[in-house]
Nanobody, 121 residues
């Protein structure tokens, strides 16, 4: 019912930048929070950044000042601009979207397929 398509991952040197995108499509009536999580090998998944439909944002302490989350409500897309990347940012990044479908009253959470970000030293 909802598809999330991510793009923008890849390999970059330390200090470089990448921009991730996640586009949601389907029978979407409304989207609340959109965000990004990451999971590095051997570690638990953690919140990177999220943005509410009123534009308020939250960031992990480790990415504050380096990453910026934004959204395009017309395109149902969330972005993550990652600057000053470090090797410890290496992980699989997945988008997370809270959606209300047409003819439904509940909110459901959907996950993207994940995109690999690798930062070399």
């Amino acid at each position: 019912q909802v598809q999330l398509v991510e793009s923008g991952g890849g390999l970059v040197q330390a200090g470089g930048s990448l921009r991730l995108s996640c586009a949601a499509s389907g029978s979407i009536y409304s989207i609340n929070t959109m965000g990004w999580y990451r999971q590095a090998p051997g570690k638990q998944r953690e919140l990177v950044a999220r943005i509410s439909n009123d534009g308020s944002t939250n960031y992990a302490d480790s990415v504050k000042g380096r990453f910026t989350v934004s959204r395009d409500n017309v395109r149902n897309t969330v972005y993550l601009q990652m600057n000053s990347l470090r090797p410890d940012d290496t992980a699989v990044y997945s988008c997370n979207v809270q959606v209300r479908l047409y003819n439904r009253v509940v909110w459901n959470v959907y996950w993207g397929q994940g995109t690999q970000v690798t930062v070399s030293s």
